[in-house]
């Protein structure tokens, strides 16, 4: 259950995908109108107004679903873009009128310095699946290589250290 303009909502899923919003009485609901959804989405910050309002039907760098497939991340949504400091965004499912998400300029800086460079999940390299399998398991498969060559480096000055004999000086003798 969620509230779209204080009104109570149930999203119901169907096996075959299909979705549903039921009000408390159990009557179908339509999607919210997009203008609607703008207007709800100007009150998100108190002191703010919408820079801009741009409708995603494709996933792009900051929102995406690594498996779509299994339902992940709805599509399309509204992103709400603020000119506050921290220049922060809000997506909002444009089917139900669920706040799906909030991230500032640091949140996205994090995004591409963690997460991007941990997982590649650059978009247009996450399109070409066979792609990013193959630069993924290249870069495994170097580190795998530098840290296989540190044992071995760091096995072969053990061995020399233990096989060197050790004279031990008295001074003044």
């Known amino acids: 259950m969620h509230y779209f303009d204080g009104v109570p909502l149930y999203q119901v899923w169907h096996k075959d995908g299909e979705q549903q919003r039921l009000s408390s009485t159990g009557e179908e609901l339509p999607a919210p109108e997009l203008s609607c959804i703008k207007e709800l989405a100007g009150n998100l910050m108190s002191n703010e107004t919408p820079a801009h309002y741009t409708v995603l039907s494709r996933y792009d760098n900051y929102y995406f679903s690594r498996h779509p497939e299994r339902g992940g991340k709805p599509l399309p949504v509204l992103r709400v873009v603020f ?90 003798v």
């Open 83 to 172: 000119n506050d400091d921290a220049n922060t965004w809000f997506h909002i499912d444009m089917s139900s009128g669920k706040l799906l998400n909030k991230s500032t300029s640091i949140n996205r800086a994090y995004r591409w310095l963690y997460n991007g460079l941990h997982s590649w999940d650059f978009i247009w390299l996450w399109e070409r699946r066979p792609l990013w399998d193959i630069v993924v398991i290249s870069f495994s498969l170097g580190g795998l290589s530098l840290s296989l060559f540190g044992v071995v480096v760091g096995w072969r000055r053990i061995n020399r250290i233990l096989k060197t004999p050790y004279i031990l000086h008295r001074s003044g």
